[in-house]
């Protein structure tokens, strides 16, 4: 399997460029990589014991994506947690380096 990315990988995006075999990406395509979230509608209350699972579920979500991620990268855990905490947006070129990606196309 080969996976190509090709404008922008954000998020989720990134686990499934990360499941082909060969990873290609374009020479001007971005990783972006931020911390995992819960989205709602404006106005809806919460309570706090869902607010506690949600946030449970959340870092089942977060320790999964960081170790897919450094598990088929170059990248060690805490590397792929600062590129999250820091909301990082990274180049092709930087994907290359990290093991990200294979190759990068024009």
Sequence with gaps: LQTIVVREADSMAIVV???GKHRVMTASAKM????????TEAGVRIPRHKIKRIGSE?????????KIISGNSK???????????KERK???????????VHEIIK
Excluded: K
């Design 17 to 19: 460029a990360m499941a």
């Design 32 to 39: 972006f990589f931020h911390d995992v979230g819960h989205q």
């Design 58 to 66: 959340l870092d089942v979500w977060l320790g999964a994506y960081v």
């Design 75 to 85: 990248l060690s855990i805490r590397d792929v947690v600062r590129l999250i905490e």
């Design 90 to 100: 990274i180049s092709a070129r930087e994907a290359l380096r990290f093991g990200l």
